[in-house]
C-alpha cells in the first residue's frame, strides 16, 4: 500500500485503535465547489439568455408601426386589419365626406397640387371646422380598427396623442392621406 497513510494512534491505555489500520481518505471538498460553481455559470447563462430575449421583444421597432401593431403583424391579423398604424382609407373617407366630396374628387385637387387645407378653405371650412373634421376622421378611423380588433384602447390614445398635431402638420398628414 504505497499510496496509502496508516493511522499510528494509539488509545491512552496503550491498545491500538480499530482505526489505525484504515487508510486515509482524501477529501472529496474539492468537488462540492466546483459543482456549484458550474450550477452557477448555467443559472448566469439562462438568466443573460431569458434578459436578451426580453429587452429584443421589447425594443421598438425601425419603421414607424407601433408597437402593438407590429404584435398583431405576427399573429394572425384579423379580417379587415393590416398592419399599418390606421386604415387611411377610412380616414380619407371621413375626411371627403366633411367636404361633402368624395375620395376621388379630393385626390384629383390633391394631384392638381392642393393641399387638403386649402380645398377645405375653398369649400368654406373655417380653421376650427377643419381641425374638428381632421380629428373626427382619426376618431373614426381608430373607432373602426378596434371594432375589429386591430388595435386596443391604449393603442387608439396613443395614436390620437400622436398623430394630432398643428394646423401644418395635420394638414401635410391629410393631404398625403389622398396620395
Known amino acids: 500500500m504505497p499510496n496509502e497513510i496508516m493511522h499510528d494512534s494509539f488509545l491512552p491505555d496503550g491498545e491500538a ?8 481518505r482524501h ?10 460553481l458550474l450550477l452557477g455559470v448555467v ?5 443573460g439568455i431569458g434578459l ?5 421583444a421589447h ?35 371621413d375626411a371627403a365626406n366633411g367636404l361633402h366630396l368624395t375620395v376621388d374628387r379630393v385626390k384629383a385637387q390633391v394631384h392638381a397640387g392642393k393641399s387638403f387645407a386649402q380645398i377645405a378653405t375653398a369649400r368654406g371650412i373655417t380653421a376650427q371646422q377643419l381641425r374638428a373634421l ?7 378611423a381608430n ?3 378596434l371594432g ?3 388595435i386596443t384602447r391604449q393603442d387608439v390614445t396613443n395614436n390620437m396623442q400622436r398623430d394630432v398635431g398643428d394646423a401644418a402638420y395635420m394638414d401635410s398628414e391629410f393631404t398625403d392621406a389622398f396620395r
Open 17 to 24: 485503535s480499530p482505526l489505525g489500520n484504515r487508510p486515509v
Open 43 to 47: 443559472i448566469l447563462a439562462g438568466g
Open 143 to 145: 373607432n373602426y380598427w
Open 134 to 140: 381632421e380629428i373626427h376622421a382619426l376618431q373614426q
Open 59 to 93: 425594443q421598438p421597432t425601425a419603421s414607424g408601426i407601433s408597437a402593438s401593431a407590429s404584435k398583431v403583424g405576427q399573429q394572425s391579423l384579423p379580417q379587415g386589419c393590416t398592419p399599418a398604424r390606421i386604415p387611411l382609407n377610412v380616414v380619407a373617407q
Open 27 to 36: 477529501s472529496r471538498k474539492r468537488l462540492l465547489p466546483l459543482l456549484l
Open 148 to 150: 375589429l380588433g386591430c
Open 52 to 56: 436578451v430575449s426580453l429587452l429584443n
